[in-house]
C-alpha cells in the first residue's frame, strides 16, 4: 500500500522567502509527526497532531514555524521568513495508535530537502 | 526519558550477522525499546520493537537482557543493502503522543 508521500523532495529558498512543505499520511492513520533532521544528525521532533488537533508543538524552534491538519488528513508545515538555519531535511510521519501508551511504530516519509541560500 | 548509547559505528561483513548494541540502562518497566534504520536519503524505516520478551520479525531479531538495561538488534545475514545508520530508541511514557526521540545511532557498513 502507499506509504507516507512528501512534496517537494526538493525545495530552494533564498533567505527571507516563505515556505510551505506538504505530507500525505497514510490513509486513516490517527497520529501524524514532524521532525527536522540536520546534516549528520538524527531527526528531531518538531510537532504531533492526532487527527487535526495538535496537541505538542514543543520542539517548533521558533514562531517562525507553523503547522496544521485541518481535515485531520493532510497536513502542511510552514516556515515563514526562512533563515540559513531552517536548511535540513523536514520529515514527516504517521502512526495508527494515540495516545501515551500507544506502541504502534511511526512511518515516515523520504522528506523534503530544505536548502536557504 | 530514559537515553539509550549506541557505538558510533560498525562494520560488518557480507553474509554474516550484524549484531548492533545498545545501553539504556535508565529505562523504565513500561516503556519499549524500538529499533529504526535510516538508509541514504530515505526516511527512517521501523525495524522492531519489544518490551521484555526477544523478538524477531522477517528483518531481524531483538534480544533483550533480562534487567532490560540493554539489548542488541540483529541482522543474521548482513547484505550491502543493510548499511544504514541504525536508532535503538526508548519510547517516552509521560507524552500526549508517541513520538520517537532519536539519539546519534550506529552507522552500519557491511563490506564485500
Known amino acids: 500500500g502507499a506509504g507516507v508521500s512528501q512534496s517537494p523532495r526538493y525545495k530552494v529558498a533564498k533567505r527571507g522567502q516563505d515556505v510551505a512543505l506538504r505530507c500525505d499520511p497514510i490513509?486513516?492513520?490517527?497520529?501524524l509527526f514532524w521532525y527536522q533532521q540536520a546534516l549528520g544528525q538524527g531527526p528531531e521532533f518538531l510537532t504531533y497532531?492526532?487527527?487535526?488537533?495538535?496537541?505538542?508543538k514543543s520542539g517548533l524552534p521558533s514562531d517562525r514555524f507553523f503547522a496544521e491538519r485541518p481535515e485531520g488528513s493532510v497536513s502542511t508545515l510552514k516556515i515563514q521568513r526562512t533563515q540559513q538555519e531552517d536548511s535540513a531535511v523536514y520529515l514527516c510521519?504517521?502512526?495508527?495508535?494515540?495516545?501515551?501508551?500507544?506502541?504502534?511504530?511511526?512511518?515516515f516519509g523520504n522528506g523534503t530537502r530544505l536548502t536557504v541560500t | 526519558d530514559a537515553k539509550t548509547t549506541q557505538p558510533t559505528s560498525m562494520d560488518c561483513a557480507e553474509g554474516r550477522a550484524a549484531n548492533l548494541p545498545c545501553n539504556h540502562s535508565?529505562?523504565?518497566?513500561?516503556?519499549?525499546v524500538y529499533w529504526y534504520r535510516q538508509i541514504h536519503s530515505q526516511g527512517p524505516q521501523y525495524i522492531i520493537h519489544?518490551?521484555?520478551n526477544n523478538e524477531t520479525n522477517e528483518m531481524a531479531s531483538l534480544i533483550i537482557t533480562e534487567d532490560r538495561k540493554s539489548s542488541t538488534l540483529i541482522l543474521p545475514h548482513a547484505t550491502l543493502r543493510d548499511t544504514a545508520v541504525y536508532y535503538c530508541?526508548?519510547?517516552?511514557?509521560?507524552?500526549?503522543?508517541?513520538?520517537?526521540?532519536f539519539g546519534g545511532g550506529t552507522r552500519l557498513m557491511v563490506k564485500p
Open positions: 510521519a504517521s502512526s495508527s495508535g494515540q495516545g501515551a501508551h500507544s506502541n504502534s511504530p511511526l512511518h
Open positions: 490513509s486513516g492513520h490517527v497520529s
Open positions: 497532531f492526532q487527527n487535526e488537533a495538535q496537541l505538542d
Open positions: 535508565t529505562i523504565s518497566g513500561n516503556e519499549y
Open positions: 519489544g518490551l521484555k
Open positions: 530508541i526508548v519510547r517516552p511514557r509521560n507524552n500526549a503522543g508517541n513520538m520517537l526521540t
